[in-house]
């Protein structure tokens, strides 16, 4: 089997291993790419040949042009083919870049969804919406130019000195010596630039981060009168991607100029060398056309594929992000993975129980375990509350029923089987879930509730408003339950999004029920209405519940309290307000 490129592998040859492992037209593309360029470079051999052929038949041989018209018909045809040529390879390089930008995308946002908001919530989402859009739209600019060229780059010189050294000696040395100077140009001007650009994309994205989280802030930092500060740190972001920008552009200038004199003292060289043998009869004069028509043809490969290679700079360096964020998808070490699969069908929750046993679980990058051993037994039907200070690992544990989080260590089972084995997509569509921060999407209420079922009638619609607590809102607002709630929901408070929260997990009508501080953001009487509305429709599902306090919502059979990652049984429930 292929090995699996990782995270920080060296790039070896033109397409990154990594990529064409996850899009596997790069590969076809490649070749069809060689193929494009060797028949140009043929193509353009025979036109300069048949050129210079037609010249000396009509100027040496004082020849007609009917004598000429098979020369013109070939060079003509030559034409014609290398046209033909050139079109089938923009036809690939734009279908290649098109199906690897959109097979990326659905990649990034697949991967996004299933790791969960665990994850997301330690990435900056401007950061990632930019390397999405921009960073994989530049990647159409490396299919569709630089990688042509690249490929025409490594060919076409080499075919064309072939033909030169067989036809002029003299002018293939002159090429040969200054051709051989330009590779080193480029790799070395090219390793700068190539290090100037992927700082650019760093300072591109985290100005969009930094736009992207002042934007939704805004409003929090008017109402402390910081907004200016705010302003400050965006000038300070874009005064740095300015000054990142001016240095690429600045390597790029210099390297094109260095191109450009090479060739240019190349081509002149050998126009002057064979025009001093011309007049001396040391050559023909079909040669010495045809060789002057292609010396420009050796370097112009070279040279656009350094002009290119910076164009297309910043599409890798997105690419390289990108990459990186998917291949943390997947699992690098003996512990299970998050997105576990399986063939397995999941026991039915409302009739077995969920057991941890000896449960381990950090976060990515952090040395010490946010849960340190937890033993637990979750009886079906049982009304659990998970106490504790803030940091304790409530949120974590949840996470880990929900399987967002991996286990570095222990056992956890339902009706004895490991929910490793069981598919993660039918483990959850057994589970609502209420987080502390639920995100509402841009649309009515109706269209929030009915992510927790999109089938759900609109007399379910109206039972969960009637549990949730939501009636009271609905009847209030204008456009009832069809009122537009703003993205993220900045139209409503924080109780009212976590009411609609609460709603999609009554809609979702799930035997296991995951609540996380759900009275956190409700005053005293509105959480007592609550309370009332909710304890009926919990009573026959098993409950687990993450608060500071136990006892907030209806009858709790056991609380239990996080310290120091482990879990401790109280034996009374403990209300902070007592």
Request: net charge neutral; proline share 5%; hydrophobic share 45%.
């Amino acid at each position: 089997m292929e090995p699996v490129p990782r995270k920080g592998e060296r790039t070896r040859g033109l397409i990154n291993p990594r990529l064409a492992r996850r899009v596997a037209i790069t590969r076809r593309y490649l070749a069809i790419a060689v193929a494009v360029g060797i028949g140009s470079t043929v193509c353009v051999v025979i036109q300069a040949i048949l050129l210079g052929l037609i010249i000396e038949h009509v100027v040496v041989g004082h020849g007609g042009v009917r004598e000429a018209e098979p020369f013109i018909a070939g060079l003509a045809g030559a034409f014609a083919g290398r046209a033909l040529l050139l079109w089938l390879g923009e036809l690939a390089a734009h279908r290649t870049s098109a199906r690897v930008t959109s097979t990326l995308r659905r990649q990034l946002l697949i991967g996004a969804v299933a790791r969960g908001p665990v994850w997301l919530a330690g990435e900056r989402t401007g950061e990632l919406a930019s390397s999405a859009t921009q960073g994989i739209d530049a990647l159409d600019t490396y299919f569709a130019r630089y990688l042509p060229t690249a490929v025409l780059a490594g060919l076409a010189p080499l075919l064309l000195l072939a033909w030169i050294g067989w036809s002029d000696w003299m002018s293939f040395l002159i090429l040969a010596i200054t051709v051989s100077a330009v590779p080193i140009f480029m790799i070395l001007l090219g390793l700068e630039a190539k290090r100037h650009a992927t700082e650019q994309w760093a300072q591109l994205s985290g100005l969009a981060a930094t736009f992207y989280d002042l934007l939704q802030g805004m409003a929090t930092l008017r109402s402390f009168g910081r907004a200016r500060d705010g302003r400050r740190t965006l000038e300070r972001a874009n005064e740095e991607f300015r000054a990142s920008s001016m240095n690429t552009l600045r390597v790029a200038f210099l390297s094109s100029l260095a191109l450009e004199v090479l060739a240019s003292v190349g081509t002149a060289l050998v126009a002057l060398f064979l025009g001093l043998r011309l007049l001396n009869g040391g050559v023909s004069l079909g040669t010495a056309l045809a060789v002057l028509v292609l010396a420009p043809e050796v370097y112009l490969p070279l040279r656009r594929a350094g002009a290119e290679f910076h164009a297309s700079a910043e599409g890798q360096a997105a690419a390289e992000r990108i990459l990186d964020v998917l291949d943390e998808d997947e699992p690098t070490s003996a512990a299970p993975a998050v997105h576990r699969s399986g063939a397995s069908v999941v026991p039915d929750l409302s009739r077995n129980s969920i057991a941890l046993s000896d449960v381990h679980a950090r976060y990515p990058g952090r040395t010490i375990p946010v849960l340190d051993g937890v033993n637990l037994v979750i009886a079906p039907g049982e009304h659990l509350a998970v106490t504790g200070v803030s940091g304790s690992g409530k949120s974590t544990l949840l996470s880990l029923l929900l399987c967002f989080v991996d286990l570095q260590r222990g056992t956890f089972r339902v009706g004895g089987i490991d929910v490793d084995t069981l598919p993660t997509r039918d483990w959850r569509l057994q589970i609502a879930w209420v987080p502390q921060h639920p995100y509402l999407l841009r649309g009515s209420i109706a269209d929030n509730l009915l992510v927790g079922d999109p089938e759900a009638t609109p007399r379910a619609l109206l039972r969960a408003c009637s549990v949730s607590g939501l009636s009271e809102l609905i009847d209030r607002l204008p456009n009832g339950i069809e009122t537009p709630v703003g993205e993220g929901g900045l139209t409503l408070s924080a109780g009212e999004r976590q009411r609609i929260a609460l709603g999609r997990a009554v809609l979702r009508d799930a035997p296991l029920v995951l609540l996380d501080e759900p009275t956190a953001h409700l005053d005293a009487s509105r959480e007592l209405l609550l309370r009332e509305s909710l304890s009926p429709w919990l009573d026959d599902r098993t409950v687990v519940m993450a608060a500071h306090r136990g006892g907030v919502l209806g009858r709790i059979g056991r609380t239990l309290t996080l310290i120091g990652g482990q879990l401790v049984e109280v034996p009374h429930q403990i209300d902070a307000r007592s």
